[in-house]
Nanobody
């Protein structure tokens, strides 16, 4: 069983920064992708950023140059540094782990990020 626990959400003014963290526990295989997704009210969940076990990153166009994803492989954590936040970044942010060995994916419970104008 795998558990993902997110932390770091909150309320921030436009232009500010927040750092999200996600810790994975349980049976974690070495080949995987971790990432962050978000869902705003009335909208579909969308990709924000992902990072593979090899360190390859992928970002949504809307966050490129503002958000930065990183991993601590020893601790099975993934972080999202969010800078220059905009009101349109307001959403619930979810951590995700894709394990290719078992073809399973896992989601965290979500953490609210609210950016005021």
């Amino acid at each position: 069983q795998v558990q993902l626990v997110e932390s770091g959400g909150g309320l921030v003014q436009a232009g500010g920064s927040l750092r999200l963290s996600c810790a994975a526990s349980g049976t974690i295989f070495s080949i995987n992708t971790m990432g962050w997704y978000r869902q705003a009210p009335g909208k579909q969940r969308e990709l924000v950023a992902t990072i593979t076990s090899g360190g390859r990153t992928n970002y949504a166009d809307s966050v490129k140059g503002r958000f930065f994803i990183s991993r601590d492989y020893a601790k099975n954590t993934v972080n999202l540094q969010m800078n220059s936040l905009k009101p349109e970044d307001t959403a619930v942010y979810y951590c995700k782990l894709d394990q290719f060995v078992t073809a399973n994916d896992y989601w965290g419970q979500g953490t609210q990020v609210t950016v005021s104008s």
